[in-house]
């Protein structure tokens, strides 16, 4: 077992633990467009890094893992640069609101409880969403019936709201309000959370702003890689709590991974793709819920203390 010393997080780790670690969610990264960080950012939690290093680490990650797997995408044409713009551009505001909310909650001491309840919620309800939708499709498939589908000209109403604007990559003409609401709100649990957002967006582009699933991946690591690129820089300026050892070994792995799981995209249906990642978001979801619950092993520790306080006072 080789181990190495975490300056920041203060304590020692197995190398191959974090880089296998890194490369099986890098796979992931890559295969759903996702970032990682929903994943990697809670396995490091549970293995005893600090919640405010684990977060603040994982965006180095996120953001070298989102640079490989948009390579390869940006290769097969399947990026829209345009649309990934507007969404930069919200997530970059969301991004700076996020990293000011994470060192306020920190000073105050609830960081720890905020991101493990921000968890449960966020990936409890889109992975029901998800696995909803994605389920309904499968049957559909299996059955040979046709899901329905909205009319041409039969849009949400938010798309006509004002600043209507053409996306000729994605065959979209819609408003941007939406899309740079939706991007800033997930860039500032982005920065929060330690997470790429993609595990959001990538379901929103699809259902609420109907982008095809093809394009949806590689737009999604655009937007990630410059808005977790943006959040390290705050994290290791503002807070200090970025350990860039740690994020090396999660680097190498995460980079590794990546680029298996964008060649493996190529051969995974869409309802198969919104099916696997809702398992994926929802499991993570009841592990978060489970430590939440659970009563905390040094309950037997305090119980002990106190009954040492009270025989010394007797």
Sequence with gaps: MMEFYLPIAELPVNIW???????????????????????????????GIPPAVAVASVSTQIAASSLTALIAYWKRRALDI????????????????????????????????????????????IGILMLYESLK??????????????????????????????FPA???????????????IIGFFGALL????????????????????????????FQILFSMSGATMLHATTNHSVDFVLALFLIVGGV?????GARAGRHLKGEQFRLLLALIVLAVAFRFLGDLILKPEDVFSLSASVHTIAGAGQ
Excluded: C, E
Excluded at 147 to 155: A, M, P, T, V
């Design 194 to 221: 330690g997470i790429g957002g993609g595990f959001m967006i990538v379901p929103a582009l699809i259902y609420l702003f109907r982008v095809p699933t093809m394009m949806v991946v590689g737009t999604s690591m």
């Design 17 to 47: 633990l974090i880089v296998g670690m890194s490369a099986v969610v890098g796979f992931i990264s890559g295969l759903f467009g996702v970032g990682g960080g929903f994943l990697i950012t809670p396995l490091l939690i549970f293995l």
């Design 170 to 184: 994605s065959g979209l003409y819609i408003s941007a309000i939406p899309l740079l609401v939706m991007s800033l």
């Design 137 to 166: 499709a499968v049957r559909a498939g299996r059955s040979g019936i046709a899901l329905k589908r909205s009319r041409i000209g039969n849009h949400p109403w938010y798309f006509g709201l004002p600043l209507r604007m053409r």
């Design 82 to 125: 345009k649309l990934g713009m507007v969404l930069l551009s919200g997530s970059s505001i969301g991004t700076v609101g996020g990293v000011i909310t994470f060192n306020a909650l920190r000073r105050v001491g609830q960081l720890d409880l905020t991101i493990g309840v921000s968890y449960v919620l966020l990936l409890g309800s």
């Design 256 to 260: 590794f991974g990546a680029q298996f």
